[in-house]
């Protein structure tokens, strides 16, 4: 066995060993864009999903985990939230693992999302594992490595995870379509402190959360509530045997996560006993496949040395109007069908 093996080995029983410190390290492999690293990446993976399977096969819970995707503006409060829920998980003797997704976070400098000041508590619970967004990447990379994250906190025996995503570009709808149940927390606010809030995503939200409702701010939050069971009531439905719900809880005084938590486990149990939920994850199976190969065939598109060489100049043509899109695109990926 040579030391790449080797290392994959260590980590693979890292892993089994529910070994945090191996846990992130084996992130940190599936983050990395060398391809050496890659390889290595690919082979602990396929041993790790290998290894599910055949937990799969004995158990009658067809699931390692509960993936859970969290959403909403920035404010909302779902860095409180997290540290309560995650809190209130881990007491009820779950292992709970948060991972972020933020592709925003290579522009900003580093992610802001997952660290240690934003969910105290929870970073020092043994039980819990808080990872935040790579700080670099598209967000076909970040939604791809984040995907890899979720099997390896599967088999470091997290059985619950919390994916969370900043109000930035397409990320909630890539959320969406990794998890099982997707999440929207908002606050008690309308109008343009909603704004926040991208077309659509309402649609794909199993339940909406209304955070702060506490104080003064029962009755808005109240309001909210009303509002977004009528909007709801008028969408089409996604799922067969799932309505919406839209609860509200304060992440404060910690009222409403019981319920929320109750009917979270409601959910999942529904979207089991229907076959929905094996349904979900091999459409989203599927997906990642996709995501894999549109990502790699840009990659080696951008990097073709033809391809290199002539983008600018078309690029200049199609800015100045001399040739159209589709006439360059056409010359690119001719040059690109060529041998490099
Ligand atoms: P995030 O940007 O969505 O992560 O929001 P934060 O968790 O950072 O919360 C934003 C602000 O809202 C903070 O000042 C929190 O203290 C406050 N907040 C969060 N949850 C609640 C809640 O349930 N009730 C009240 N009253 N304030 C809250």
Known sequence: MDKEEEYVKTLFYGLMKRERGMLAR?????????????????????????Y???????????????????SGPPGAGKSTFIEAFGKFLTAQNHRVAVLAVDPSSSTTGGSLLGDKTR???????????IRPSPAKGSLGGV????????????????????????????????????????????????GDEL??????????????VVNKSDGDLVAAARRIQTEYISAIKYMRPRSQVWKPQ??????????????????????QQCMMDSGEL?????????????????DHIMECFTTHVGVKKMLPELTRQVLSGLITPGAAADKLLKEFAKES
């Open 26 to 50: 084996a992130i940190t492999l599936v983050e990395s864009t060398n391809p050496k690293k890659r390889e290595q990446a690919r082979m602990l993976l396929s041993q790790v999903l290998q």
């Open 52 to 70: 599910n399977k055949g937990l799969m096969a004995h158990s009658v819970k067809a699931f390692s985990a509960f993936r859970i995707g969290l």
């Open 119 to 129: 969910m105290p508590e929870l970073s020092c619970d043994m039980n819990a594992f």
């Open 143 to 190: 939604t791809r490595t984040t995907n890899e994250a979720i099997v390896l906190c599967e088999a470091a025996g997290y059985d619950i995870i919390l994916v969370e995503t900043v109000g930035v570009g397409q990320s909630e709808f890539a959320v969406s379509d990794m998890v099982d149940m997707f999440c929207l927390i908002i606050p008690p606010a309308g």
């Open 195 to 208: 704004q926040g809030i991208k077309k659509g995503i309402v649609e794909v939200a199993d339940v909406v």
């Open 246 to 267: 839209v609860l509200r809880i304060s992440s404060l005084t910690k009222e409403g996560i019981p319920d929320l938590w109750r009917m979270m486990q409601y959910f």
């Open 278 to 294: 094996i349904c979900k994850r091999s459409k989203q199976q599927e997906t990642w496949m996709w995501n894999y190969i549109r």
